[in-house]
């Protein structure tokens, strides 16, 4: 990066031609980063229906991230101020511990097959198991291609639905790993493959055939050490930031109405970057927040510890079900150029940057309310978008900013005034 100018400081124009420098981007692609965001309203007419137009989120790139020994610039979609912000920054104290270690395992997703109307559920079970092998045959022919490539049916369980205000009735679920794929389409297909199959052999009546979003098969964790020198500013020792870091997700841990804030600011970061990629973040949402709740409580996805030299350590695990084939990875410009950007080759390489983003976001949350708290950062880059809604020109705009934050009046009505009193002069 150039050194007179930090990437945050720089016009649009200059940033664009940073990307030029360090990435493999071609003009094209470099192109769908423009302000109708990669997308014409003739693309987004074959996407979804009574397409009317395109809505346009900001697109940020994320810096200081080194994941698993890799620098990677990491672009985020994003409308709230200070996450890109405090996500770059959180990476660049995390560097000093060698970066973050990321591993996403297995590519696995769970169909859901409902059962009903099984006069006897036991043997209907037996029968299932017994009738494993030419189960899987059939899921397996859904999808020839997902086979060939190392994919396809892995496994498949029973479960018995005791409770429910329908009785006890059955769920078959097939283990079938997607590969690159985010799997909605080759899980939901094989499940209508093979449930004419499962009524025969249970005499039941299959109604849902259907993906489920609690990916605990697809999980990726990410970790950090950040040492304890490292996170020392202002009249905060390192130690002290250390503490106040844990207290604070030890909250988070301890209460479901603070662990929810507290996800929700992991999601930020984790959200942004599954948006950018062009992948389903009401999947990846649904699954994190069914995963914090999976022991009964719903708890904070992170863990933070001290570690034996005294230095902070994060953890993040949560499923992570993301593709880099199909659908808007796919069919989106600048999805597709994001990918690139990020180098990255399989869709495990996209789940470890995500969650190391998240990670770093939930770093970034932490440290600011157990400290100087969370409005002092936040609101200062709020300021810009106040300045803009206040009808300040461009060439205002960062003036107006600082005007505001220098007052601690952050305000609609203080900017209007500022404006129209400079407007005299």
């Known amino acids: 990066?150039?050194?007179?100018?930090?990437?945050?400081?720089?016009?649009?124009?200059?940033?664009?031609?940073?990307?030029?420098?360090?990435?493999?981007?071609n003009e094209e692609e470099l192109a769908t980063f423009n302000q109708q965001g990669g997308l014409s309203a003739e693309q987004a007419d074959l996407m979804i229906?009574?397409?009317?137009?395109?809505?346009?989120?900001?697109?940020?790139?994320?810096?200081?991230?080194?994941?698993?020994?890799?620098?990677?610039?990491?672009?985020?979609?994003?409308?709230?101020?200070?996450?890109?912000?405090?996500?770059?920054?959180?990476a660049k104290l995390v560097q000093a511990g060698g970066g973050f270690t990321a591993k996403a395992k297995a590519q696995e997703m769970i169909g859901q097959l409902q059962v009903l109307n099984v006069k006897?559920?036991?043997?209907?079970?037996?029968?299932?198991?017994?009738?494993?092998?030419?189960?899987?045959?059939?899921?397996?022919?859904?999808?020839?291609?997902?086979?060939?490539?190392?994919?396809?049916?892995?496994?498949?369980?029973?479960?018995?639905?005791?409770?429910?205000?329908?009785?006890?009735?059955?769920?078959?679920?097939?283990?079938?790993d997607v590969r690159d794929a985010m799997g909605a389409n080759a899980v939901n297909t094989t499940l209508e493959r093979v449930s004419p199959l499962v009524e025969h052999i249970t005499g039941g009546r299959v109604l849902l055939r259907i993906i489920s979003n609690l990916a605990d098969r697809r999980l990726a964790k990410a970790a950090c050490t950040i040492p304890v020198e490292t996170l020392a500013f202002e009249q905060y020792s390192g130690e002290d930031?250390?503490?106040?870091?844990?207290?604070?997700?030890?909250?988070?841990?301890?209460?479901?109405?603070?662990?929810?804030?507290?996800?929700?600011?992991?999601?930020?970061?984790?959200?942004a970057v599954v948006i950018a990629s062009g992948n389903d973040w009401r999947a990846v949402e649904a699954g994190a927040h069914a995963y914090a709740a999976r022991s009964g409580h719903y708890t904070s996805l992170?863990?933070?510890?001290?570690?034996?030299?005294?230095?902070?350590?994060?953890?993040?695990?949560?499923?992570?079900?993301?593709?880099?084939?199909?659908?808007?990875?796919?069919?989106?410009?600048?999805?597709?150029?994001?990918?690139k950007l990020m180098g990255v080759q399989k869709a495990s390489d996209l789940a470890e940057i995500i969650v190391s983003v998240g990670l770093a976001q939930n770093l970034g949350a932490l440290r600011a309310l157990?400290?100087?708290?969370?409005?002092?950062?936040?609101?200062?880059?709020?300021?810009?978008q106040v300045a803009?809604?206040?009808?300040?020109?461009?060439e205002k705009v960062a003036a107006l900013a600082e005007q505001l934050v220098k007052e601690g009046n952050i305000r609609m009505e203080r900017a209007i005034?500022?404006?129209?009193?400079?407007?005299e002069q």
């Not at 086979?147 to 479960?159: H, N, Q, T």
């Not at 870091?245 to 930020?268: L, Q, S, V």
């Not at 157990?370 to 810009?384: F, P, V």
């Open 370 to 384: 157990a400290t100087e708290g969370i409005q002092r950062g936040h609101m200062a880059l709020h300021a810009r």
């Open 49 to 90: 229906e009574n397409v009317v137009g395109v809505y346009g989120l900001p697109l940020g790139i994320a810096q200081h991230f080194v994941i698993n020994g890799r620098a990677v610039l990491v672009p985020m979609a994003v409308e709230e101020p200070s996450v890109v912000a405090a996500a770059s920054y959180m």
């Open 120 to 176: 006897d559920i036991p043997a209907a079970q037996k029968a299932l198991l017994s009738a494993k092998e030419e189960i899987m045959v059939l899921a397996a022919e859904a999808d020839p291609m997902l086979v060939s490539l190392g994919g396809g049916p892995k496994d498949m369980e029973i479960r018995i639905i005791k409770d429910s205000l329908l009785g006890s009735f059955m769920v078959l679920h097939l283990i079938i």
């Open 388 to 394: 803009v809604a206040a009808g300040a020109p461009p």
């Open 302 to 339: 992170s863990t933070w510890s001290v570690d034996e030299k005294g230095n902070l350590h994060g953890e993040l695990e949560m499923p992570m079900a993301v593709g880099i084939v199909g659908g808007a990875t796919r069919v989106h410009p600048t999805a597709r150029a994001v990918l």
């Open 417 to 423: 005034a500022i404006l129209n009193e400079w407007s």
């Open 241 to 271: 930031v250390r503490d106040r870091i844990i207290e604070a997700w030890a909250f988070a841990a301890a209460d479901p109405y603070r662990a929810a804030t507290h996800n929700k600011g992991i999601m930020n970061g984790v959200d």
């Open 1 to 25: 990066m150039p050194d007179k100018k930090k990437f945050y400081q720089m016009d649009l124009n200059e940033r664009l031609q940073v990307l030029r420098e360090v990435s493999t981007l």
